[in-house]
């Protein structure tokens, strides 16, 4: 009975074996785009592809007015670079908080197995914008998350945005359909942590959406003229919270390309 029970055992080992390494599983594994989008089939889906992802921390310590084109050949030209807003509760200014969100995500994304560059790591740089969506092209970048934070006039405005180029541009209708599907799911996943999301918005007017040949997304994370809302994006919980679900739409968007 013994030597039965161990022939048994040896059977169903070699079977799960055979059945493991079949076509029909490897197939399985395909439909869920788990083999062919390089994604690890394990529970901690760790990314096995080569993915760069570009991360741009917005503004910077000193603003630069002196003017660049706001497109590739384009009389229209816009300032190189601004320092950002304030936030009305914190005092912090936008460039140093933009930076600390950023190494947030960085930091979640290394973890999942990306590759991360940045624009920047620090606040005493002078990088125009038009030179960071020549960055990410010159580097090849699978996507571009520029991060930055709101200000109005009206302090009751609160909510992230999610800007994107835009479709009828001449200079972004290439990259405007991948830009959207992943903007539209990063909005997704930031509305399933419970963050008000106003919506996803192009435009035509931006340098560093015009100058960029790769893929980009701009996330407004909320209002730093909003007393509330300026001290959530200040908390280290709250920040992870973001770019966590940031993160999340990454891994949406890479996983169904």
């Known amino acids: 009975m013994k030597k039965y029970r161990i022939l048994v055992g040896i ?4 079977s799960i074996i055979i059945i493991g390494t079949s076509e029909p599983a490897k197939n399985l594994y395909k439909a869920s785009n788990l083999i ?16 760069l992802i570009c991360i741009d921390p917005g503004h910077q310590e000193k603003g630069d007015s002196n003017s660049e ?19 009305v509760a914190t005092k912090k200014p936008e460039y140093i908080l933009n930076l600390e ?39 090849k970048a699978d996507m571009v998350v520029r ?4 200000s109005l006039n009206n302090p009751g405005k609160t909510g992230a945005s ?3 180029p835009a479709k009828e541009s001449k200079y972004t209708t290439a ?49 730093l003229s909003n007393y509330t809302e300026d001290q959530m994006m200040s908390n280290p919980e709250y920040q992870t919270k973001l770019m966590q679900a940031i993160s999340d739409g990454l891994d949406e968007y890479f996983a169904n390309k």
């Open 147 to 150: 991060v930055h934070a709101d």
């Open 162 to 164: 999610i800007l994107i």
């Open 101 to 139: 969100a950023s190494t947030v995500l960085k930091h979640i994304l290394e973890g999942k197995g990306y590759k991360v560059i940045m624009t920047r790591e620090s606040h005493d740089v002078n990088i125009s914008n038009s030179e960071r969506a020549i960055f990410a092209n010159n580097n």
């Open 11 to 14: 059977i169903m080992a070699l």
């Open 69 to 87: 084109p706001v497109a590739p050949g384009s009389y229209v030209k816009k300032a190189r670079v601004s320092s950002g807003a304030t936030g």
């Open 175 to 223: 990259i405007y359909e991948d830009s959207q599907n992943c903007a539209n799911l990063i909005s997704s996943k930031m509305k399933e942590a419970g963050i008000k999301v106003n919506g996803v918005f192009e435009r035509s007017d931006l340098t560093g959406f015009n100058w960029s040949q790769v893929p980009v997304v701009l996330v407004e994370m909320g209002f």
């Open 36 to 51: 062919s989008k390089g994604i690890k089939v394990d529970d901690k889906k760790k990314i096995e592809k080569d993915i």
